[in-house]
């Protein structure tokens, strides 16, 4: 339950970080975090029996009664110690980058929460976009809540932006013809709270209102008959392995990668195949038998067929100690472990010679197509060595694991992912 204590300690440990920001520095060093953030967080766990963000994402679990829509805590302590803790509903194929959000953030000016998109939907192309624009019952829908509602207020911010906007920036909409004009990627349909107006009545608002707003939400996320469609596990043909996109864990020897790495792994009930591709290896995915006197698949590349004849199950390859043989890495994988280019697709390109020993793989423009329950992790120490490729550096999320992380009992995908470091630094996270 959200009681008033659990909102303003969620506020006022951001206030804590800020204020030590202000006086000393963007950056927060770990040792301040553990000796005066830290114990912050621990006794907001005993009052409230969790942290900021498991609590938060506990009310959005009660919320939502559909399979195809997951939910997200973010801590403080991601890359950097943030300002602001959250949690979120997206779209379960997607990452909340890249898909619309039902959430609960706090800052250090207070608390908002309801539905905007994530930062990673650049334009208004996105089909939970088009459906608004092109739904006049939904757009009725939306126009209805602000209309009713005391709390929620529409306004266009910059996408992912965790703070609270100005009183008077909210749009005026007299008209329900007026959605389709104003609504865009960077929509905010959300109820503002700042930290002096936080009263015993605010969760219970901040909780009817997610109700409210979570029937919009789900209209919203799944695609009317010709739009794109996003898999689900044990629903859709093939389930997608959230590893599609490959990350690289790094940090020093001795923070528990490679253990992290296998407990996750084992507790996501992932098929995984655990490789150290060092000088030995010739090809990643074939290579010749002289007694046979042909071609055979690696292991690698059994284990990709594993994955193609069983579409329900997710399958994980783990390369440790991925410095070792880079280059041979970076020769036959690289268009296979990104999703961010060739419009999502992931393939492999071989030549005639080997090409049919992947025939159970779709062929599309001379490429063979891998399937979305194959996933990738990459495991080094060596993180230079990966800064300096660029062509490899641009494929891969990095996940920085550090001392603390040993400490740590969350090993779901998810925790992972959420410290994947952002490419260009921001306070833009949602």
């Known amino acids: 339950m959200l009681t008033e204590n659990a909102l303003r300690d969620a506020v006022t440990i951001c206030r804590n970080i800020v204020a030590y920001k202000k006086n ?11 000796n005066t953030i830290k114990p912050l967080i621990d006794n907001y766990r005993i009052n409230n029996s969790n942290t900021p963000n498991l609590l938060f994402k506990n009310i959005l679990d009660g919320i939502k009664n559909n399979d195809k829509i997951e939910s997200k805590g973010f801590q403080f302590y991601g890359r950097k110690v943030n300002n602001h803790v959250w949690a979120t509903l997206y779209l379960s194929g997607l990452e909340p980058t890249t898909s619309p959000q ?6 250090s000016e207070g608390i908002k929460y309801g539905l905007d998109y994530g930062n990673y939907l650049e334009d208004n192309t996105h089909f939970t976009i088009q459906k608004v624009l092109n739904t006049f019952e939904i757009q009725l829908q939306i126009f209805n809540i602000i209309q009713s509602s005391q709390s929620i207020k529409l306004y266009n911010l910059q996408p992912g932006s965790p703070g609270l906007p100005q009183q008077g920036l909210e749009i005026s909409i007299s008209d329900v013809s007026q959605i389709k004009d104003v609504w865009t990627h960077s929509s905010h349909l959300i109820g503002v709270i700042p930290f002096q107006n936080i009263t015993q009545n605010s969760g219970l608002i901040i909780e009817q209102d997610l109700s409210i707003l979570y029937s919009l939400f789900e209209i919203i996320c799944f695609p009317t008959s010709g739009s794109p469609s996003i898999p689900t596990p044990g629903v859709d043909a093939r389930c997608v392995n959230k590893l599609d996109q490959a990350i690289c864990v790094i940090g020093d020897s001795g ?17 995984s195949l655990s490789v150290i591709i060092d000088s030995m290896w010739q090809h990643i995915l074939f290579d010749y038998s002289p007694y046979e006197r ?5 292991k690698i590349g059994e284990f990709i067929r594993a994955a193609y004849d069983d579409p329900k199950n997710n399958y994980t390859i783990l390369i440790d100690e991925f410095h070792k043989n880079i280059e041979i890495i970076n020769d036959t994988l690289l268009q296979a472990i990104s999703k961010e280019r060739n419009g999502g697709k992931r393939f492999i390109a071989l030549n005639s010679l080997v090409d049919k020993e992947f025939e159970f793989l779709p062929l599309e423009n001379g490429y063979r197509i891998l399937p979305s329950n194959i996933g990738f992790i990459f495991i080094s ?6 800064q300096g490729n660029e062509d490899l550096k641009n494929r891969i999320k990095i996940v920085e694991l550090k001392q603390e992380d040993q ?9 992972l992912l959420s410290k994947i470091e952002k490419s260009t630094p921001s306070d833009y996270t949602n």
């Open 407 to 415: 400490e740590d009992e969350n090993y779901t995908i998810d925790y």
């Open 102 to 107: 039902l959430y609960i953030l706090a800052n």
């Open 255 to 271: 923070v528990g990668k490679s253990y992290r790495v296998g407990k996750t792994l084992e507790f996501e009930k992932h098929k």
């Open 24 to 34: 000393n520095g963007n950056n927060m060093p770990d040792t301040v975090y553990q």
């Open 381 to 386: 120490s060596k993180s230079a060595i990966i």
């Open 294 to 298: 042909k071609y055979c698949l690696t």
